[in-house]
């Protein structure tokens, strides 16, 4: 058994990226400045998207996205239940009702075909997620929306450097359309917390970027820099989700390690598959469709509890003792008691997202892990199961 814990996913921070944010503070500017448009600039450049809106967190990207394309009251939205609850949250808090579309439980995303099922004459927009970095079925996705009308809004919180046939995965083809990424500590890159809009659309990156700071139609850095002026309007009413600089210090050094964390994902995916294969009581993910890139954020295998005569749950347990650290990502939302009060949903409902819900677990993941670690959570997952 390791000595010490290790946990799941740990940021991996340099020391050029803390030397940069010592230099916000110092400078005095902290809030949204230079750095954060640069950290856009560079966003955009990276996904060849004109439009990159940096924002506090992925759960402001995904309201504001959903404001700014005019979902309100009234309107219906269709996702997947498995899922963060931001996903659900954000449609509510516009006034609109969320609506489920079951997943595939092999690739845990949703299903075009059910997608289609879930449509209403008050349907308007619709959220795919892009889970745990393998990209979503993107051009049945968009043909139901182009033939229905309706805008696309890409939970791409685990997706950042995966692509769909050739396409990067936050570069959205379509004006109709938007993608959201999160940039918290165990994400593929990291500002501390924080997210990026992305879109083609001139009208929503407008609306985005005024809404982001209260509905005003200068920011801070507009305002107070030596050739700004102090004089603003107030466009509509907004809400109070820009980035930092402080943090965009750390995404503007984290944006170029992208491709070596990345790379370093994958490696230590092919060592587990490696160290795994065969094992009875645990299966693990398949490898991304031919031609598709997976950013591997998390990697979520789904435990055999009937093999093995224990819940996942007890597993992490298990695993906990052995000094190896697990996550759950995630449970279904129908089983949450709030959506079960407020929509009538209930077990039985999706059985797809129910099937892996009480099954998935999140094992360590992230770029600085040494082969010892990843042969140390090998050893413990065996062990676990037995062998």
Known sequence: ?????????????????????????????????PKALKFEKSFGEYLGVPYALAVNSATAGLHLSLLAFGIGPGDEVITTPMTFAATANTVILTGARPVLADIDPVTFNIRPELVKK??????????????AGRPCEMEALEEIAEKNGLVIIEDAAHALGASRRGRPIGSPARQRQAAVFSFHPTKNITTGEGGMVCTACEDAAERVSVLRQHG???????????????HYDLLFPGLKYNMLDIQAAIGNDQLTRLASFNARRREIVNM????????????????????????????TPLIDIDYLGFSRDEFMARMREL?????????????FSYYGREYGWKRGDFPGAEFVSDRIVSIPLFPAMTNGDVADVIEAIRRVCGR
């Open 118 to 131: 879930a449509l209403t004459p008050r349907t308007k927009a619709l959220i795919p997620v892009h889970f």
């Open 323 to 335: 000094n190896i650290g697990t996550a759950l990502h995630y449970q279904a939302l129908h089983l």
């Open 216 to 230: 005003m139609s200068k920011g801070a850095w507009n305002r107070y820099a030596a050739t700004g002026t102090p």
């Open 1 to 33: 058994m390791r000595e010490t814990f290790l946990p799941f996913a740990k940021p991996d921070i340099s020391e050029e990226a803390i030397a940069d944010v010592a230099d916000s503070l110092r400078s005095g500017w902290i809030t949204t400045g």
């Open 272 to 299: 587990y598959r490696k160290g795994l294969e065969g094992l009875p009581g645990l299966a693990l993910p398949p490898e991304p469709a031919q031609g598709d890139v997976h950013s591997w954020h998390i990697l």
